[in-house]
Structures are given as structure tokens and as C-alpha cells.
């Protein structure tokens, strides 16, 4: 019997809001795993740490500046990427906002632009730019980070789990339309992963008490315990699984959502 492939040896792999928590985790472990990685935010500085500590674990990486809501910055990046690489083999669409907490209707069309423009429509631009080369290449992987709120509404993250279940819609529908290409679009769906992102919900004592007290691991997770995931939807070991969404939570979904 033929082991599983995990291996990324010779990937290239492009992670968007890879400059801290869930990006750079995954991007840290397929340069472990042996790709090339291309880390991409908002700007050159805030890529400098996560790029220099790959680089000093023994992998290739590179940082590259462009905002998910600029679609000329996101295809430049993609530009770069070829003639640098000359292809692109995965991508994880990671970069996110979330800049309203409280009732959606209490939400302008300005905060609904923002969140819909970078959670859903930035995916989909760095998929368009992405999906030719990886059609080039005879295949690719796309990973695009959702959220368990995708699955079920938070109290006062409303407009933010509706951005995040058009993220698992988008991954249906792109799985079907790139499936001839070779190419697999997956989805994962973390619970609630210790990050500056979710800092507001566990890093006060109490607050954090309260979150797992919902979580049938009584813990948050960590953003390393995402990398297996992320790394099986990456790697050859997953070449017949598309339009999938992999939940890790600590069993937070299986509890009924009791946010």
C-alpha cells in the first residue's frame, strides 16, 4: 500500500495575511514541509518577522505588500510571483476584517463594502489571478480560511458570519467550475484559535472563562493545531477532495454553536 504524499517539495505556495497568526503558522509549516512560500499583507514591514524566522528555520520565503481589496496590487503580486517562480501551485486565502461588532442593522453600507470587498470578493480576486497559473502547472490547490461563523451566527458577529458562509458558498461553487482544471478548492473552518485577531475574546481572564465554557475542549485553540489540516488539503494527499469545509474547533460546531 501506497503511503500518503504530504510533501510539498518543489510547491509553490502563496498565503495571504501571513504576516501573524493562522498565515504565517501555515506558511511556516509548508516551507517545513518543503515548499517555497510567498507571504503577502498589507504592507512590507509587517512581513519582515514572519519572512526572517522561515528563512532561519532552513525555508525559502519571500513577502510581498498587496492589499486583498486593491485589484491591481493583488494581480501585480501574482505577476511577481510568476516571474519569479514561474508558477503558482497553492494558495490560502487567509487575509480577513472584521471592523463591526454588534447588530447588522446597525451597520452602514460603508462597513458591509469593507468586510464583503476583503472577506469575499479579495478571495475571489487572488483565486482569478492564481487559477491560470495553476492551470499552467496541470493543477493547484486553493485553501480559503473561513470560520465556524460561517456555519452559524455569533452574537454581535453577524455581518461578519455572513461574509465568512459566502466564503464556504465561493468554495462550492469555484471546487465545480476549476474541477477539470486539476484544481481543488477546499475550505477550513477554524473555532475560535488564539490569535491578535480574536485577542478581544480571550485575553481577559473572565471573558476567556465564559468562551470555554462553550467549547467541549474547555481550551482555545492554538493556530499550529490548523496546520495538519491545512497541509493535507495542500499536499497530494488530498488530489480527490474538493468543495469540501474542514472544521477544527475543540468540538464548538458538535456542541450546537452555544456561543
Known amino acids: ?6 510533501s510539498l517539495a518543489g510547491k509553490v505556495a502563496l498565503i495571504t495575511g501571513a504576516s501573524r497568526g493562522i498565515g504565517e503558522a501555515i506558511a511556516r509549516c509548508y516551507a517545513q514541509a518543503g515548499a517555497t512560500v510567498i507571504l503577502t499583507a498589507r504592507s512590507d514591514e509587517s ?30 503580486a501574482i505577476q511577481n ?13 487567509n487575509a480577513a476584517t472584521n471592523p463591526h461588532y454588534g447588530p447588522i442593522l446597525a451597520a452602514d453600507d460603508g462597513v458591509w463594502d469593507k468586510i464583503l470587498d476583503i472577506n469575499v470578493k479579495g478571495y475571489a480576486r487572488w ?4 487559477a491560470p497559473l495553476m492551470d499552467k502547472r496541470g493543477g493547484g490547490k486553493i485553501i480559503n480560511v473561513a470560520s465556524i461563523l460561517g456555519l452559524g451566527a455569533g452574537p454581535s458577529m453577524g455581518l461578519y458570519s455572513v461574509s465568512k458562509a459566502a466564503v464556504l458558498m465561493l468554495t462550492e461553487a469555484l471546487a465545480v467550475e476549476l474541477a477539470q482544471q486539476n484544481i481543488q478548492v477546499n475550505a477550513l473552518a477554524p473555532g475560535f484559535i488564539k490569535t ?28 499550529e493545531e490548523l496546520t495538519g489540516l491545512a497541509l493535507f488539503l495542500a499536499s497530494p494527499a488530498s488530489s480527490f477532495t474538493t468543495g469540501s469545509t474542514f472544521v477544527c474547533d475543540g468540538g464548538h460546531t458538535a456542541g450546537r454553536f452555544k456561543l
Open 1 to 6: 500500500m501506497t503511503q500518503p504524499d504530504f
Open 47 to 76: 512581513l519582515k518577522d514572519a519572512v526572517a524566522t522561515i528563512i532561519q528555520e532552513g525555508g525559502q520565503a519571500m513577502g510581498i505588500a498587496a492589499h486583498s481589496g486593491d485589484p491591481a496590487a493583488v494581480k501585480k
Open 81 to 93: 510571483v510568476e516571474s519569479t517562480f514561474g508558477g503558482l501551485d497553492i494558495l490560502v486565502n
Open 127 to 130: 483565486i482569478r489571478e492564481s
Open 196 to 223: 491578535r485577531f480574536s485577542s478581544a475574546l480571550w485575553q481577559d481572564p473572565a471573558g476567556e472563562t465564559q468562551l470555554t465554557q462553550r467549547i467541549p475542549q474547555r481550551r482555545v485553540g492554538e493556530t
